[in-house]
Structures are given as C-alpha cells and as structure tokens.
C-alpha cells in the first residue's frame, strides 16, 4: 500500500458519499497527476438530481469550487482559512454537515463533522506511522482519540466478492491514490481478520465438497447452453483486478461489478481543461470510477463517441480502443486492464461484450476464444491456458443441441452431448492416444 494522497474522506456510519463517483476525488486526482490547472463546469446526474460543478484548481491559489441544485440552492462552497489554507464545505436541508480543510497545496488535512448545533462533532486526520499512513479519529463522546489502521488486504479474489457483499464494520473510507480504503479500529481489524478466517475456511470447505470424487466431476458440472468464464476463470473480467504479466503478487482493490472504466452512465465534461499536458487536446473527457479518461476520435452532431476513436486512462494507458456509437462500445474494439494487458477484443454492443472476440483472464492469462452474449461467453467456444493448451470446447450442433468436449491431463477427452434444454444425452471418453 502506498498512500501519497488522499482525495476525500467518510465517516461510515454519517457519510454516506460513493466515493467511487465522487467528483472532488476525480478531480484532485487528475491535478495530482501532473499538477497542472484544472478548470471546468459540468451538469452531474445522482440519484435523479442534477446537480451543477463550478471549479478550478491551480498550483500556489486556493481551489475554487461551487456546487448547486439546478433550483440554485448551495450545496458546496470553499471557504478560505489561516496561512493560505481553505476549508471546503458541505450542506445539506440548509445547515452545514461537513467540512474539508486543506493545505495550500492542496494537501487534504482533516474532515470535521457538525452536529445540529454547527458545532464539530466528530473529525477524522491523516497521521503518520510507522510503515504508512493511518487515521486519528475523534469523537466529542469520546474521551480519547482513536487510532483507524487501513483494513489489510486480501488477494483472494473469492473473499473479496465476500467482504463487499457482507462486510460492513468499519469507521471511516477514504478514496486515495490508492484506491478507496477502508479504516477500521483495533476491535474493528480483529473482526476483520476473524471473518476472512472464516471466510477462507467455508470456501475450502466449498470447494472440497464440489471437486473431490468421481460423484461429480469437473466436466459434469460444465452447463453447454451458458459457456461461462465463471466456471473456470476469475468471477469476472474486471478491470480492478489487473495484474502485469510474471508478477506473482497484486494489490487489488474491492471488487466492483462487472462493469467497464467508461460506462453507460459516463459524465462528459462539458468545457474542456484549458490544458492538456499530452500536447494533443483530447476531442472529449470522460469521468467514470472516480478517475478521468481522455477520448480521441470522431464525435457526431451531439457531442457523443460515433465512430472510431481511442480512451485513455490519466496515466496515458488505452481503456479502450475502436468503434463507438452514441457513447457506447459497438462493433469491433479491444477492451484494456489497468496496467495495459488485453481483457478483450472482439464485437461489442452498447457496451457490453456480444458478438465473437477473445477474453482474457486477468487472474492467470488464460483464455476464452468464441461467441459471447451479452457480456458471456456461450455457445461455440475455446477455453485455453495462458500456455496454449485447450481445456474445454464447445460446439453447437444444427438441431440445437450441444457437444462439451473436456480435455483431460491425461491425454483424454470427455465427450458429453446435451439437447436444446441442456439435459445430458449421452457420454464418452476417447483416450488421444489410442487414435
């Protein structure tokens, strides 16, 4: 973990902010970047709201930065404060909820948190340790200030899926150059760490009763009519779980849905920076994830990606490149993880994976190559390893039925034939090398 910044912070049990879609996180990361002036005026859809974003943010002046409701009433406002530090703050029903105050760097120094009275309740403060970074949180119902420790990572793509459908008991999350982090206290982590114990010891015991024995083998459990990575590669082809090739070891973030870095609900920035520190000003840019991507290519009469084109992450990596229409993925493109590896190439439509292409899985190179639907692969396909070698194929006969061949270690192959509604027909073995 190496946290250099931090972008925003939330109380959990107060604060409900998406920190994944925070826009000031979105910004102080790009300025961060390469410390180069940002200043635009955006429209942000949340929640069935339109809400207005007036900013700018420049080395050696205080951030400027206005938020209101389309009706006009004052959401976020900045407030200067002593030795060239600036406080931003935060209302919500008309009364002051929060406030960030940071340096005149820009460096965040503390969120504080007003109770009805306008009075500071509770606030929260990077310190420094030993070996990083933590946060003192304090509490005026508190006698002493508490020590949060980012919560430790887990690289077990299983017991993530399970922290963030479950997990909920931590005190403060903040969104970093990092990534979002949770916080939790000493109680907090030794729950924590009790339930990945937990966890890992149900999902050993999971996988021992489905793959041992010849009660139910491997092959049997393959479904023909939905060809789906999920059976034998990473729960899904996600971005945030990128890892470049030969490392053994990546620090992932949470999981998140099986969704692309520029989605459906992509926020176009309506005026442009007034720089671009690439040299070539970008035709758009794109916020999605807390991050901001910068598009290249052809725009129709709306403003919108028709056509082809290039989005690239703020680091200069691809996220996508090839053929877009009405903002979308469609037609023939390849897909990029984070750290630059191919994720997929092949048909799109509307943003999803449809059509014939080849996916990669992040978690160990291997690969799908066939039809997808909708995002999956099924019907018609290859499985193979990142070393070449086939695994499973499926083939789709004219009568609407399907054959699921599985290629054992031992040079065999597992024949299954299923009909139109997925019921096993018959099965055989054919050992290679007796051919």
């Known amino acids: 973990m190496g946290i ?19 826009i000031l996180s979105a910004v102080r990361k790009s300025y961060f970047a390469e410390f180069s002036r940002i200043r635009d005026k955006i429209t942000y859809d949340s929640e069935g709201q339109s809400v207005l974003y007036d900013y700018c943010i420049e080395k050696d002046k205080p ?10 009433a ?57 070996g990083g970074l933590c946060l003192l949180y304090t509490d005026s119902g508190l006698s002493d200030p508490v020590v949060l420790s980012a919560m430790p990572e887990v690289f077990d793509e299983r017991i993530i899926r399970r ?31 009790s339930f990945v114990e ?33 059976r034998n590669l990473s729960e899904t082809l996600d971005i945030t779980t990128a890892k470049a090739f030969g490392e053994d070891v990546v620090e992932e973030q ?21 720089d671009d520190t690439s040299g070539i000003k970008p035709d758009k840019l794109i916020m999605a994830d807390g991050a901001m991507y910068s598009y290249f290519g052809e725009l129709d009469e709306n403003d919108n990606r028709s056509g082809y084109g290039r989005t690239m992450t703020d680091l200069g990596r691809t996220a996508y490149e090839g053929m877009y229409r009405s903002d979308k993925r469609s037609g023939k493109g390849a897909y990029f993880y984070k750290d630059g590896t191919l994720c997929y190439s092949g048909d799109w439509s509307e943003n999803v994976r449809h059509g014939v292409g080849v996916g990669v899985s992040a978690r160990d190179g291997s690969m799908h190559i066939g039809k997808w639907i909708n ?12 070393e070449g070698e086939i695994k499973f194929v499926c083939k789709e006969l004219s009568d609407g039925g399907t054959v699921l061949m599985h290629y ?4 065999g192959v597992i024949v299954s034939k299923y009909d139109k509604d997925g019921n096993k027909l018959s099965e055989k073995t054919i050992v290679l090398n007796d051919i």
């Open 163 to 193: 922290l963030n459908d479950e997990y909920t008991d931590y005190s403060a999350v903040a969104s970093t150059n990092d990534g979002i982090i949770w916080f939790l206290s000493d109680e907090q982590t030794a729950h924590f760490r």
């Open 375 to 386: 995002n999956k692969p099924e019907g018609n396909g290859v499985r193979m390893t990142a």
């Open 4 to 22: 250099q910044y931090f972008y925003n912070f939330c109380i959990a049990d107060i604060d409900d902010t998406d920190l994944n879609s925070d």
């Open 74 to 130: 004052l959401m976020q406002e900045v407030i200067p404060a002593e030795d060239g530090r600036y406080y931003l703050c935060f209302y919500r029903d008309d009364k002051l909820f929060k406030r960030l105050l940071f340096s005149k760097l820009h460096t965040l120094l503390k969120a504080e948190y007003m109770d009805d009275n306008g009075a500071v309740c509770r606030s929260i403060e990077p310190r420094k340790v030993q």
């Open 198 to 230: 937990q966890a890992q010891d149900e999902i050993d015991n999971a996988a021992e009763e489905t793959f041992v024995g010849e009660e139910t083998p491997l092959y049997d459990r393959i479904n023909p009519k939905d060809f789906n990575t999920k």
């Open 63 to 72: 951030l400027r930065w206005t938020v209101k409701s389309i009706s006009g």
């Open 254 to 274: 949470p999981a998140v849905s099986d969704q692309t870095a520029e989605s459906a609900d992509d926020i176009e920035i309506a005026d442009h920076a007034d």
């Open 408 to 411: 054992t270690d031992d040079d």
